[in-house]
């Protein structure tokens, strides 16, 4: 599967839902994100654009992931996703430290989740003040429609990853690390 998506800057999270529930669209879930990434010592796969991601949503909800190469796309980042439930999030981190691999970035969030036409949004607070939206679809035709049914066109859109947006946008607020 292939993760297509925009990350919206300079948003208002109040003025952003009510934008949303006005185009007839629901939130889905949130909470409190933990996100751990992890790799062999060596860096091997984040030198090849690849990470392995253990998340978890709330006390309910955790994920496994692979997230491939950034993959050459018009105005969308686009990358390889594999992600599935697990029950246990710790059992899998300590999985991965048994195979030799070590956590190599820690970050909390708070994710309110969304859903419009079939398209997902999230609004992302960090510690510091930091929010901006992502929204994610099935093509790039798709997301950028739905940026321009909510009437953000004229607004700063990144096709980054967190951690490169965090370098240019709050270079001195490192990511890794990150918590409440």
Not at 59 to 87: N, T
Not at 117 to 123: K, S
Not at 155 to 174: D, G, H, Q, Y
Request: proline share 3%; with cysteine; hydrophobic share 40%.
């Amino acid at each position: 599967m292939k993760e297509i998506e925009i990350k919206i800057l300079g948003i208002e999270k109040a003025l952003l839902e009510h934008k949303i529930r006005a185009l007839g669209g629901f939130k889905i879930g949130g909470g409190m994100m933990v996100v751990r990434h992890f790799d062999f010592p060596d860096g091997r796969l984040r030198a090849k654009g690849k990470l392995i991601r253990v998340r978890s949503i709330g006390d309910e909800v955790h994920e496994f992931a692979y997230k491939g190469p950034k993959i050459k796309s018009g105005k969308c980042k686009v990358r390889e996703e594999i992600q599935a439930l697990v029950s246990d999030p710790s059992a899998v981190c300590r999985v991965l430290d048994a195979v030799g691999m070590k956590e190599t970035f820690y970050c909390e969030k708070k994710r309110d989740s969304w859903e419009l036409d079939g398209v997902h949004i999230d609004i992302d607070r960090y510690p510091k003040g930091i929010i901006y939206a992502e929204i994610e679809g099935r093509s790039e035709k798709i997301v950028y429609g739905v940026l321009e049914k909510l009437k953000l066109e004229n607004i700063e859109v990144s096709c980054e990853t967190a951690e490169a947006l965090f370098k240019r946008k709050w270079p001195k607020i490192k990511l890794n690390g990150l918590r409440f």
